[in-house]
């Protein structure tokens, strides 16, 4: 995500929730079997019990009334007995809901959506969930956070759902850790246009004055960058270095004819530095949204009204860092904008701008005393967890003295060797340390308790000889 304006901080009721997050009712879990913890800043994200295979989500959506008529289908496996289970779900109005074919029973309580089916699940059995719905979805307004979720816009809508918005228009497990592949069937007006992530599967369907067009995301994808745009675009394609890009801008906006080309040259530039390109498509889009923030919506980022080469590269390079390899939970999100954030000081000494040290030396020259070094950059806190300068500056600072101290040639192996080995997985900060620790045969705790643990400024580190 690159924000234009840093959040605000504000009080989180989340801490007193910890109670409310545990395993799904009726689900027992086996002699032995640990319960995955749940997100400390999100404890109510996420269920046990079960891991989603798949979504296919057909959504009938009218722009004039903001009306969605849909069905949710989740594919997923159990791992222990269940009686009955949760998924995360905030949206309109439930009016069915069949497990396997046959009615189930549901009952909704805040966030969660509990189901529990006509005959109990066996573990390791593969399961059908359908669930459909039908009203006005609403967006999430948070004090500290903004607005997300499902937004509508004066011609349709976006779904933006960083950090735990996708519950506002589907059923999910919202685990960061249950990664699914997605298939999008979007009906609307003949002439609006729908777009989403993935690729289009097939040629658009016109009955009645009502188009239906498919997209598929054939990658595992987290629930938060699963994204819609529906409304009034501008949409271009074309196929650079085997890859397809599709890009979208409502004309009413700001585009420029930046954003396809800037598209183009910064996955070209991108692969080079990381490794193969971890999806098959890649693009953009352009709406009038209103929140004041990039999302780098798998394969596709959103952006907001308008856009600029570094915000590019910065949404970009999430596609490596952010949604191929995801971190286990939001404390970690440093993994996911200091690495984009870094990106955008690598591009801007390529393409002429200022060394990465020199950016660096700019940002150390911050006295001791400023708010600028107040909290820990690998646990900012969940108000905070978009804070640019802990989170966004900071963590590029933290990856630069990384760099400093182990050299250019293992430092820049661990960024391709990062992106390789946990491709489409999760990870945690721990994980980045063991892998530049085996790589540079470094003891590196040190720099990342400094650098990530402490709310102070830290020594600069060590260069490497």
């Known amino acids: 995500m690159m924000r234009r304006t840093r959040a605000t901080a504000a009080a989180s009721a989340a801490a007193v929730l910890l109670l409310l997050a545990g395993a799904p009712a009726g689900a027992a879990a086996p002699a032995g079997a640990a319960l995955t913890p749940p997100d400390p800043y999100f404890p109510l994200s996420g269920n046990q019990g079960y891991d989603v295979l798949h979504y296919d989500l057909d959504l009938d959506f009218t722009p004039a009334s903001h009306l969605l008529d849909a069905r949710a289908t989740i594919t997923a496996s159990a791992d222990r007995p269940l009686a009955s289970f949760r998924l995360d779900y905030s949206g309109p ?101 729908a777009l989403a992530n993935g690729e289009p599967a097939g040629p658009p369907q016109t009955r009645d004055g009502r188009t239906t067009v498919t997209w598929q995301m054939r990658k595992p994808m987290a629930g938060y960058l699963s994204m819609v745009a529906i409304g009034d675009f501008r949409v271009t394609r074309s196929t650079d270095g085997g890859l397809l890009n599709i890009t979208a801008y409502d004309p009413t906006g700001s585009d420029d004819g930046l954003l396809h080309p800037a598209t183009v040259q910064a996955v070209a530039w991108e692969r080079k530095r990381f490794g193969a390109y971890p999806f098959d498509s890649t693009g953009g ?93 690998g646990d900012p806190g969940r108000d905070e967890m978009f804070n640019y300068d802990a989170v966004y500056i900071r963590g590029a600072m933290t990856l630069h003295a990384l760099r400093t101290t182990i050299g250019d040639r293992d430092f820049f192996d661990l960024l391709r060797t990062w992106a390789r080995t946990h491709r489409y997985g999760t990870v945690d900060t721990g994980d980045l340390l063991r892998l530049a620790e085996k790589i540079s045969h470094r003891d590196l705790g040190p720099l990342f308790d400094a650098w990530l643990r402490t709310a102070a400024k830290p020594p600069l580190p060590t260069p490497s000889h």
């Open 93 to 193: 109005a439930v009016q069915e809901v069949l497990v396997d074919g046959r009615a189930a029973a549901y009952r909704r309580d805040g966030q969660k959506l509990t189901v529990t089916p006509a005959r109990p699940i066996r573990p390791g059995a593969v399961f059908g969930v359908v669930v459909r719905y039908r009203g006005i979805p609403e967006r999430i307004s948070d004090p500290a956070l903004g607005d997300y979720g499902w937004i509508n816009t004066p011609d349709g809508a976006v779904a933006l759902n960083e950090p735990d918005g996708a519950r506002t228009w589907y059923p999910l497990n919202d685990d960061l850790r249950d990664k699914a592949t997605y298939t999008f069937r979007i009906t609307t007006p003949t002439g609006v246009t």
């Open 285 to 377: 889009i352009i709406d009038r949204i209103g929140v004041g923030y990039a999302l780098e919506t798998q394969s596709r980022p959103v952006y907001d009204g308008g856009t600029d080469e570094l915000t590019v590269v910065h949404e970009i390079a999430h596609q490596w860092y952010g949604d191929s390899v995801t971190p286990s939970t939001w404390r970690d999100i440093w993994l996911n904008e200091g690495f984009a954030t870094y990106t955008e000081w690598l591009w801007q000494e390529d393409h002429g701008g200022p060394t990465v040290q020199q950016v660096f030396d700019t940002y150390y020259e911050t006295p001791a005393g400023d708010p600028f070094w107040k909290l820990e950059t």
